[in-house]
């Protein structure tokens, strides 16, 4: 497929995935159970590596993630890489209602269908033999897909997609979801990793199909019969004061395709009732090629760090990562802490969700402010990259004030004073947890700019507003308040309120923060009781 062509590919199915007032994107119309896929995927035949579960003991303070250099790295061993894997894709509680009982991660995910997979690649290690192992979540164990010979320094973590777990719900607006999670996952990834000293580097050459083969996703036996996973990317994991070694991408692949592999991929949903080939189309169009160069690391956020000052610690914060199924309608969250949550979704290089991300800000946040004293009710837009007003503004409604709020040089501006609850609501899907909060936002990505990057770039930008929403999540958690993924939004109406034309800055996710409301008729149980005495005890 040309660039061309795939580009016209990629802004099709943008367009046609968007939702409106009049019609949703199409997809399936009503969910069929009996289909519904599992969300754990195993690969039956691999041998199995239990891993030891996070120590109660861990009270490594949230806010010392943004302190470089304040937690000394961990040394590596299955302790260390249990706690990576258990905070980044591990369980972080059941939840019952009657007869009905499921699992949630400490990722989020879309409807929580967790498309996302993750993957270890490791030298061999004496507590662990080199080569390529799957994290099964609910056993919290690695299955050894494949032992080889390999040698670098620290690990690699790999993420992969399962469409269907999404398209069963969604339909065609699907992948996009899948590539939210992504940016989550790896958000989620970050900052475990940050809790043990280490930092996470994505490995921007890397191509898809490099990807693919390294995971095994291409070995078609091995997927007979099940769904087939995705390449989204590659990270290198270690030491935050240590940087990845230039890993020779074709030697590496070699010694993994002359490994030992074993498992066989489980089917995950019975039958599929619905295909929906644009997703592949898509899919398709946006597969990243290896590349020669690589970015270098973006410029840090331009104006002073507003730093946290939440007293819990990083393990209670990221295990009790919760999306509120609604809000008070009361709560509000002072303009301060509005200020260190859009603090940290600015690029800060050795901060996470942020360090190793080698692109520059394309993504930034329209504002609906409802409860945050100190701050009128109304539309804001807080530009994360370097900001040129006069040619910013332009983009947008004429009307708008663009009047500079908050501490001098955060680049955060007021457009328009007024109650933009039943907006809030209306745009994104009528859904109230936009408005009962304090505060919602639209993730605006410099889509066109993006997309003459490459077709590819498509799925990154969604990745970069995964990232910014896992931050929104962990801060509004560690603020004491709650937050809220929303996918769900009428694409167009937000860009009409905006004053937006063509597809210079298009919406991609929203978000909200406010006063949860707890559930109270749903029990919660811990996460890993099935597994016995896996955790150290407390001491
Ligand atoms: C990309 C994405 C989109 C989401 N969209 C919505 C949404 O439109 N409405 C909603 O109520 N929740 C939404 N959520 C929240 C998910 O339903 C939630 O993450 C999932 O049920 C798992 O629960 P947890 O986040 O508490 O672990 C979204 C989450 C993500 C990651």
């Not at 929580?112 to 799957?134: K, S």
Request: net charge negative.
């Amino acid at each position: 497929m040309s660039v061309r062509s795939a580009q016209e590919t990629v802004y099709a199915y943008h367009q046609r995935t968007k939702h409106a007032f009049e019609r949703y994107a199409a997809g399936p119309g009503h969910l069929d159970w009996a289909t519904q896929p599992s969300p754990f995927r195993e690969f039956k035949g691999a041998e199995r590596v239990p891993l030891p579960l996070v120590s109660e003991r861990n009270l490594i303070p949230y806010r010392a993630l943004f302190e470089p250099g304040y937690i000394g790295a961990a040394k590596a061993d299955l302790a260390a890489l249990g706690l990576l894997f258990e905070l980044s894709f591990g369980l972080s509680a059941w939840k019952v209602y009657g007869e009905d009982r499921w699992a949630l991660r400490c990722n989020p995910s879309s409807g929580n269908l967790h498309p996302t997979e993750a993957y270890l690649i490791t030298p061999g290690q004496p507590f662990l033999p080199g080569g390529v192992y799957h994290y099964h979540s609910h056993g919290h164990a690695l299955e050894r897909r494949c032992r080889a010979d390999l040698a670098f320094s620290g690990c690699l973590v790999a993420l992969s997609s399962v469409f269907w777990r999404e398209a069963w719900k969604y339909g065609e607006r699907a992948f996009r979801y899948c590539q939210h999670d992504v940016g989550h996952a790896l958000g989620a990834l970050n900052y475990a990793a940050a809790v043990l000293g280490w930092s996470v580097h994505l490995l921007e050459a890397w191509g898809d199909e490099d990807i693919a083969a390294l995971l095994g996703l291409d070995r078609e036996a091995d997927f007979a019969g099940a769904e087939r996973e995705a390449p989204d990317l590659l990270c290198w994991v270690g030491p935050a004061a240590s940087t990845p070694d230039a890993i020779d991408i074709d030697r590496l692949l070699t010694s993994v395709q002359s490994g030992t592999w074993s498992g066989q991929a489980n089917r995950l949903s019975a039958s599929h009732r619905h295909d929906w080939p644009v997703i592949e189309e898509v899919h398709a169009a946006s597969l990243k090629p290896r590349t020669l160069t690589t970015s270098g690391p973006p410029g840090t956020a331009a104006w002073p760090e507003i730093p946290c000052r939440s007293e819990l610690a990083a393990v209670e914060v990221i295990r009790t990562r919760r999306s509120a199924q609604a809000f008070d309608g009361v709560t509000p969250v002072a303009a301060d802490t509005l200020f260190r949550i859009l603090d940290a979704t600015g690029f800060r290089e050795r901060c996470p969700p942020w360090s190793g991300w080698p692109w520059a800000p394309r993504v930034h946040l329209a504002l609906f402010v409802h409860r945050v004293p100190g701050l009128e009710p109304g539309l804001y837009v807080f530009w994360r990259g370097d900001v040129d007003k006069t040619r910013t503004a332009p983009l947008f409604r004429d009307q708008f004030e663009w009047a500079e709020v908050g501490p001098e040089s955060l680049p955060l501006f007021r457009l328009a004073v007024g109650d933009a609850r039943d907006a809030a609501r209306m745009l994104s899907c009528h859904q109230a947890i936009a408005s009962d909060s304090a505060f919602s936002l639209g993730m605006l990505a410099e889509f066109d700019a993006g997309l003459r990057e490459g077709p590819w770039v498509y799925r990154r930008l969604f990745w970069e507003t995964g990232l910014i929403g896992q931050a929104l999540y962990l801060e509004a958690r560690a603020a004491g308040v709650g937050g809220t993924g929303i996918g769900c939004f009428f694409d167009e109406s937000v860009h009409e309120l905006l004053g937006l034309e063509g597809t210079v800055l298009q919406s991609l996710y929203h978000f909200t923060v406010g006063g949860p409301l707890v559930d109270s008729r749903l029990q919660t149980l811990p996460p890993y009781a099935h597994l016995g005495t896996r955790r150290p005890a407390p001491g």
